[in-house]
């Protein structure tokens, strides 16, 4: 088992890359040449995806969160999982390489730098941790797909504006769609986050009895980005925020996020510290 977690290791990367290019050429050329096609391998990425991540945790014995780069490859099928998801529910098809490239991104420093570790705190065995982490990575790729997506929908108003009517224009789908592509996305990833708050608060007093804050850093980190998309969600629902001041909110809490993380894993001192 061991030698095809290694070539699978080797091998995501390019299946991710091949997809990628995949969907860069059908948004480069249109038509309907790779329409079906580039669906499919997307699902055959994320299937081998799966397949290396469960091989992982059985000859490890440890979901595949002990260490930052098993988070990245989590983080990476997360991201694209996440994508075709929203694919299949819209049928939209024309934004998978602005999705699929950070999966590279991911994958690719994972595959580089992944330690195999056989000995690990007793806590990174809880299976109730590894589902917090798998939500808590989904819902933060449903909030990067929202920040893409805003970015997208500031890109086509910009080129609007100024009369600029090329790829971009012709490629994307509309700023109505993007902006509920953006939408849908943060709502995706407010639930997962929601859940993965949840099941923190139930595993933290089994884990770490009298031996954690509800005060870390991390926590406070993620309930502010998790009170920052309850309210624009709130607002949205409610018809009182749309269009340009909804995305500028989700690529806001995109950043609280990304800011935070690197705060409580690099400066601040966290429980959450297992490695």
């Known amino acids: 088992m061991w030698s095809s977690i290694d070539i699978l290791n080797i091998l995501l990367p390019f299946f991710y890359l091949t997809t990628f290019l995949i969907y860069f050429y059908d948004f480069q050329k249109g038509g309907r040449k790779f329409f079906h096609s580039k669906r499919l391998f997307l699902f055959l990425t994320l299937f081998f995806h799966f397949l290396y991540l469960l091989m992982r945790t059985i000859a490890f014995d440890h979901p595949p969160i002990t260490n930052v780069f098993e988070i990245f490859t989590v983080l990476a099928f997360s991201i694209s999982f996440s994508y075709f998801i929203l694919e299949l529910v819209t049928d939209i098809r024309g934004t998978g390489p602005f999705i699929i490239i950070i999966s590279i991104l991911f994958q690719v420093i994972s595959s580089l730098f992944i330690e195999d570790l056989l000995v690990v705190r007793e806590v990174l065995r809880s299976n109730l941790l590894g589902f917090h982490v798998f939500s808590a990575l989904l819902g933060y790729s449903g909030i990067t797909m929202a920040a893409v997506y805003g970015f997208l929908y500031l890109i086509l108003y ?113 429980f959450h510290s297992f490695y």
Do not use: C, H
Not at 189 to 210: E, H, N
Not at 248 to 255: A, K, Q, T, V, Y
């Open 158 to 270: 910009k080129d609007i504006k100024l009369n600029r009517f090329g790829l971009i224009f012709n490629r994307l789908p509309s700023l109505e769609v993007l902006e509920k592509l953006s939408f849908y996305s943060a709502v995706i990833g407010f639930i997962l986050l929601t859940i993965a708050i949840l099941v923190g608060i139930i595993w933290l007093p089994r884990a770490f009895p009298g031996g954690f804050s509800y005060t870390d850093p991390k926590l406070i980190g993620t309930f502010a980005v998790w009170f920052l998309y309850s309210i624009g969600i709130t607002f949205k629902l409610l018809g009182r925020w749309r269009g340009k001041k909804l995305i500028i909110l989700s690529i806001i809490g995109f950043l609280l996020a990304i800011f935070s993380t690197m705060l409580t894993n690099f400066l601040a001192q966290s």
